[in-house]
C-alpha cells in the first residue's frame, strides 16, 4: 500500500475516532467535572467568546504537541492532521452552522445539515447539564429518538427547558 493510502487511512480513522472521543469528552467531561468552562456554551449571551471555547485551546495545543512529535514519527504526524481536519470540522459544523458564531447565518431546510442542525438544538434545549441529549458534533441519531430521550429525561428528571428553543417540534 502507497504511503499516500495509510496517511489517507490514518487521517479519516482519527476523524472517526474524534467522533467517538468528542461525544464521550462532550457527555462526560464538558457536562460533568468541566462544567465549568462549558456552561458559558449553555448560557444565553452576546459575547464573542465563552469560556468553553479553552477546549479548542487546550485540543489545539494537544493537536501542536503531537505535530512536533510527528517530525520524529511520521505516524503521529498523520494522527495531527486527522485531529486538526476534525477540529476544523467542528468549528465549520458547530460553531458556524448551528451557533451562527459567523457573520453569516444559514439554516439548512433538508437533508444531513438540517439534522445536525435540530439535534445540537435539541441538545440545548435543557437548562443546565443534566438531561441533555444528542452529545457529537459530526453525527446525530435520528431526530425521532432524540425527541422521545428528551421526553424522557423531562419526565424522569423533572427538567427545565429554554423557551426559546426549538425542542420537540420540526423547525
Known sequence: MSNFLI????????IALMELFAWWAHKYVMHG??????????????DAFE??????????CVAIALFWIGTTYWVIWWLAVGITCYGALYFIAHDGLVHHRWPFRYVPKKGYFK?????????????????????GFLWAPSLDSLKEELRENRKALDLELYDNTATLDDR
Do not use: M
Open 7 to 14: 496517511a489517507a487511512a490514518i487521517v479519516v480513522g482519527t
Open 115 to 135: 439534522r445536525l442542525y435540530q439535534a445540537h438544538r435539541l441538545h440545548h434545549a435543557v437548562k443546565g447539564k443534566e438531561g441533555c441529549v444528542s452529545f
Open 51 to 60: 469560556k468553553n471555547d479553552l477546549y479548542a485551546a487546550v485540543f489545539a
Open 33 to 46: 467535572w468541566g462544567w465549568g468552562w462549558h456552561r458559558s456554551h449553555h448560557e444565553p449571551h452576546d
